[in-house]
């Protein structure tokens, strides 16, 4: 009997999958050969089709989990424990794997990964040997996908069990090392890891203390304490490590930080322990610090940068928390936007970096160099608010990035051009524009398969008879300049709003989802479809009539997908165009919303099917409760009690639908799978998370195809605190 093992391609269907090698049953070792003899995203396309509900010809289920790591799960079933997804047990087996062929492995005395998506149970498992010193959660601990345990500075903290003195087996006096992933930014950061006998003697490091202090000692009754003038994140890998009596390193990102001459003394004789101090058995000094992965073992000298891209190439499958103080709102396009010949992922954001204040900002993430993250601000802005995001795109003529933007409702439409090709880094002079007097918002751009830029926004108080309506611009030079400024849409009720998607297909085609105004305007806000013609300039409605001699469009001129009627009404969420030129769009229905302040916000799905618009199907309940959530600073606007969690089609297969849904108050992550017009598989990607999760947007593409925002707190969009995740899901 053989073991069939089966791939699907970028350019594939869910339902296409490929052979890509047979070997017998049983190999486990030829099969991790085989796997690991592929490419990376060829590996996780084989998780894909394990993950499929498509039928696979001859198929076999195989499993190629190490033995270690499969000790893990197994005792995780015997207790009970909420598992990781089948998608995500491959990452970790694969980070054993990695750990084992790089010789760490067995240096280790204890390995706890607490960034799983398994529940928090599952997380305080030790992967050396899932039978002895588990972590024991205490106090007030949060417990958040992508980011392991958050203490809370007051009697949240882990005790592992593992004494260094009576159970280290690579741990000892002069051959030592422990460390772990720091999640969090934080200046004041007390005790990350300790363990102290009397005197205190033994081990501790606090990763930023007072006055950006980094403090550590191993085996040791003093500490050293070092003033760091350079970079002070605390967010980082960080390794302690003593290899003789008189010489001690750390470690950050797998780069010494500092060395040490603090003599050795003893073994420590308390149980490691995380997120706060442990003096001789007495608790104290609680960190609200985050953390991700922790370690005790035998001194990795040589090895220390090799176990940090090790894990970084881990969590980048995991998902992780890029940037702080930052958000994005859900009308413009694209936001997000990967290339593979670069391989890296360009993000629009509205960013505060090292608190200079609030600034359009494109994000860099550069996934050749360790995920590597850089940002450059675009233009500094007057409030704090997150319609402000650049919309980006690559042009064909140059490979140079286009990005334009401008503040909510602003005076000008600006945009500027990156300097070097397929790099976020440098940009050339900005360009300002007011072609028509008013006021601009959620400025998004598009290329057309002649190398036109076209540029859509929303375009306030045009003249006596239009408020907020929506105009257009192209550029026949590569963005140098913009000419043929037309106002195309209205709305119904007033100031409507659109989002677009373009066909992979055919550039030319823009497709918009409107609605007919915004939910707290007088009237039940209906939902509408067209599409723009760039080659012909014209606009249509969803069967091709030609409506251009209408603009600015209202409903008449439009195709109408969803009806509301008072007190219900709505809004949209998404669209995107399949491979047959078909738009799908995703839809929030605020069900007797004029009533009860838009507390409900449910999750409507419906697509063209060439003739009409299918029967807005409810997905689920997204959300009962308004998403805002206070704060000691700032006042909220008034109107965004209906803002729902979002939801996002993945752009390359429509039929997957990544959405934000509350469970038990918490709004988590969803991946949705069509099966047809009115029937969709939901499975739970986050569990347990400490914020909302919202505001998804899929990156094609890349491994990390989801970025979406966990929201600290949210009072309005000119006050908020969050933190942009980038995830596999």
């Not at 033995?67 to 005792?75: E, G, K, L, P």
């Not at 470690?251 to 101090?277: E, H, M, R, W, Y």
């Not at 970096?353 to 900002?361: L, P, V």
């Not at 009072?715 to 899901?729: S, V």
Request: charged share 15%; net charge negative.
């Amino acid at each position: 009997m053989s073991v069939n093992i089966y791939r699907k391609l970028a350019t594939d269907p869910d339902t296409s999958y490929s052979l890509v090698s047979s070997v017998p049953d049983g190999t486990s070792e030829l099969l991790v050969e085989t796997l690991s003899s592929l490419t990376e995203y060829t590996f996780k396309a084989i998780i894909n089709a394990d993950e499929a509900t498509a039928d696979v010809a001859n198929a076999t289920t195989f499993s190629i989990l190490d033995t270690d790591y499969q000790a893990v799960i197994d005792r995780a079933i015997a207790l009970g424990y909420g598992l990781p997804t089948k998608r995500q047990q491959f990452y970790e087996n694969q980070l054993v794997l990695d750990l084992k062929v790089n010789g760490i492995w067995s240096l280790l005395d204890v390995f706890y990964c607490f960034a799983t998506n398994g529940d928090s149970d599952f997380a305080t498992l030790n992967w050396k040997n899932p039978l002895l010193y588990q972590a024991t959660k205490n106090g007030a601990l949060n417990y958040a996908f992508g980011q392991g345990f958050i203490g809370n500075g007051i009697d949240a903290y882990l005790s592992t069990a593992f004494v260094p003195k009576t159970h280290g087996v690579n741990y000892s006096l002069n051959d030592a090392s422990f460390g772990g992933y720091a999640g969090r930014n934080k200046a004041q950061s007390v005790h990350f890891i300790s363990s102290y006998n009397t005197g205190p003697m033994g081990i501790g490091i606090v990763t930023r203390g007072n006055a950006n202090h980094l403090g550590w000692r191993i085996n040791a009754s003093t500490s050293g304490d070092v003033f760091n003038s350079g970079d002070n994140n605390s967010i980082a890998f960080w390794h302690i490590q003593r290899t003789s009596d008189a010489v001690n390193k750390v470690f950050k990102n797998g780069i010494v930080a500092t060395t040490g001459v603090q003599s050795s003394i003893d073994l420590p004789s308390q149980p490691l322990t995380l997120l706060a101090a442990n003096v001789n058995g007495v608790i104290s000094a609680y960190d609200d610090q985050a953390i991700k992965m922790s370690w005790a073992g035998g001194s990795l000298n040589g090895k220390e940068k090799v176990f940090n891209d090790i894990w970084n190439k881990y969590i980048a499958n995991t998902g992780k928390s890029i940037l702080s103080q930052t958000s994005h709102c859900w009308f413009t396009r694209d936001i997000a936007v990967y290339n593979a010949t670069a391989n890296k992922t360009f993000i629009g954001q509205v960013h505060n970096k090292d608190n200079q204040g609030y600034a359009s900002t494109i994000v860099q993430i550069d996934h050749v160099n360790n995920d590597a993250v850089s940002t450059f601000r675009l233009a500094s802005i007057s409030q704090f608010d997150d319609h402000n995001e650049p919309s980006i795109l690559i042009k064909s003529s140059d490979s140079k990035l286009f990005t334009c933007y401008a503040e909510h409702s602003g005076v000008a439409v600006r945009y500027r051009t990156s300097t070097n090709i397929l790099d976020a880094t440098s940009f050339g002079a900005e360009a300002a524009i007011n072609p028509g007097g008013g006021k601009y918002s959620y400025v998004s751009c598009f290329e057309d398969a002649a190398g036109q830029i076209w540029l859509f926004f929303r375009d306030d108080n045009l003249d006596n008879t239009l408020l907020r309506g929506w105009s257009y611009m192209k550029s026949s030079d590569g963005g140098v300049t913009f000419t043929g400024y037309k106002t195309f849409f209205y709305g119904d009720v007033s100031r409507g709003y659109l989002t677009f998607a373009q066909d992979p297909n055919n550039k030319n085609l823009i497709h918009f989802v409107a609605s007919g105004g915004h939910p707290v305007d007088t009237g039940a806000v209906d939902i509408f479809h067209f599409y723009f013609n760039c080659s012909l300039e014209t606009l249509h409605k969803s069967d091709g009539t030609d409506v251009t001699v209408n603009a600015p469009l209202n409903a008449s001129s439009m195709t109408l997908v969803m009806n509301n009627n008072l007190p219900d009404t709505g809004w949209f969420e998404d669209i995107a165009v399949d491979s047959a030129g078909n738009p799908r769009v995703l839809i929030t229905n605020l069900p007797s919303g004029k009533n009860n302040s838009y507390v409900n916000k449910d999750l409507y799905y419906s697509e063209w099917n060439g003739i009409s618009w299918t029967v807005p199907y409810l997905i689920h309940r997204s959300l009962s409760r308004n998403i805002k959530s206070a704060s000691a600073t700032g006042s909220s606007p008034g109107d965004i009690t209906q803002y729902p969690p979002n939801s996002t089609f993945d752009k390359l297969n429509p039929d997957i639908i990544y959405a934000a849904k509350e469970v038990n108050g918490i709004c988590e992550m969803f991946k949705l799978k069509r099966k047809s017009a009115s029937s969709f598989s939901s499975q739970q990607k986050t569990f347990n998370s400490l914020n909302d999760y919202w505001r998804p947007q899929a990156i094609n593409n890349s491994i990390n195809n989801v970025m979406f925002l966990s929201k600290v707190f949210y009072p309005g969009y000119i006050n908020y605190d969050q933190q942009l995740i980038i995830a596999t899901l």
